[in-house]
């Protein structure tokens, strides 16, 4: 049998605007529609033509091609595809759903598990050298009695009789049929009759899980680690979820962390300011010398290199930086007091010079 123009299909010109040619299709597709005319081969028939007839002359591209070569276009010897896959859609358009079963059948309903996430909190130390973690993750495994199907061992589930396995059922609604949830069998396409006296028919178990992770060093808070397939197992046998492990770096009392680089404060005495001294600083590792030059004012940053933070999966170590803050004694010795005494005179007489007053009208002069 010849194949009948597309525009006359439809009853369409073939000028038709998109708009008139969806509102053609739409009327007839209603029209020829299965579930109004059960058992009627042709109206199937008639159906699929506009179906046809409409994917193609829906398609910008496609009806370019048809206008200039016709049914060639489409049925050529690259073998374009008629619209056939296209038809579902169009059907999902409309809300007509699946009504041929055309759908592969047996609905799938195995799904897969969710994703776990799981909040750690290590030190900054830890977050330097890395760390061997154990995780005590209490989640929904696959019930090893049944295998994850919920039916007991021996007996396997059978095939919804309302849905036959779709797991969904078509009611109407005016001209539209909708696609819902199978109420026989909430959806999973199939009813366990015996269950397992294990999970109760859940296919699935509560468990605590002990895992085993390796923290790579340089993580920092935020740092999110995934560990593939150790989420929720999946419902009715799928499979499992990922497992997402967050970290969180505890505050430190001496350092804080920009990226790679480490920051902290060391006191030094006004001596050491002016004098300049060898100092030792704490770092991550340990203690460190730090010289501090002679005349070092209050605030000034020293720079020690590769003492900050490890790259996260990269090679070398950020810098750890170290301010020095002049601490002023609250109490004095006599010694001291006696030796400071003798300083501020000279100090007096310094402050009191002429050029000490003469920089001092530049600045606010
Ligand atoms: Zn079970
Ligand atoms: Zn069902």
Do not use: W
Not at 75 to 99: C, H, K, L
Not at 148 to 156: H, V, Y
Not at 254 to 272: C, D, K, M, W
Not at 347 to 354: G, K, L, R
Request: aromatic share 8%; hydrophobic share 30%; charged share 30%.
């Amino acid at each position: 049998m010849a194949k009948r123009d597309y525009y006359e299909v439809l009853s369409v010109s073939r000028t038709a605007t998109d708009g008139e040619i969806k509102r053609a299709y739409r009327a007839l597709a209603v029209k020829y529609h299965p579930d109004k005319n059960p058992e009627d081969h042709l109206a199937e028939e008639k159906f699929k033509e506009c179906a046809e007839a409409y994917s193609v002359l829906s398609d910008p591209q496609k009806r370019a091609a048809y206008d200039r070569y016709g049914h060639a276009a489409a049925s050529g010897a690259g073998g374009v595809d008629p619209g056939f896959s296209n038809i579902e859609d169009i059907f999902d358009m409309f809300g007509f759903g699946d009504m041929f079963g055309s759908r592969g059948g047996r609905r799938t309903t195995v799904q897969r598990g969710s994703d776990l996430r799981y909040d750690l909190e290590i030190t900054l130390e830890e977050s330097a050298t890395g760390k061997d973690e154990k995780l005590r993750i209490p989640r929904l495994e696959q019930c090893g009695e049944c295998g994850g199907s919920g039916a007991e061992k021996g007996t396997t589930a059978e095939t919804c009789v309302s849905c036959k396995g779709a797991g969904q059922t078509r009611y109407q609604q005016g001209f539209f049929s909708v696609m819902r949830t199978c109420p026989n069998c909430q959806g999973r396409g199939q009813v366990i009759r015996t269950p397992c006296k294990e999970c109760r028919g859940a296919g699935r178990v509560e468990k605590e899980k002990t895992l085993e992770l390796k923290i790579p060093a340089g993580v920092e808070t935020g740092s999110r680690l995934r560990v593939s397939g150790e989420g929720e197992a999946g419902p009715n046998g799928g499979p499992s979820g990922d497992l997402f492990v967050v970290i969180h770096v505890k505050e430190h009392k001496v350092f804080e962390r920009q990226g790679a680089n480490l920051y902290s404060a060391t006191p030094i005495t006004f001596a050491q300011a002016a004098l300049g001294a060898d100092i030792k600083v704490k770092t991550l590792d340990g203690e460190e010398d730090l010289k501090i030059p002679a005349g070092t004012q209050t605030g000034t940053v020293f720079r020690i290199k590769s003492q900050g933070m490890p790259a996260l999966g990269g090679r070398g170590r950020g810098d750890l930086f170290v301010a020095v803050t002049l601490i002023t004694p609250k109490s004095l010795t006599k010694e001291q007091r006696k030796l400071l005494e003798q300083l501020a005179e000279i100090e007096d007489t310094d402050f009191n010079s002429e050029s000490f007053i003469e920089k001092v009208r530049n600045i606010f002069g």
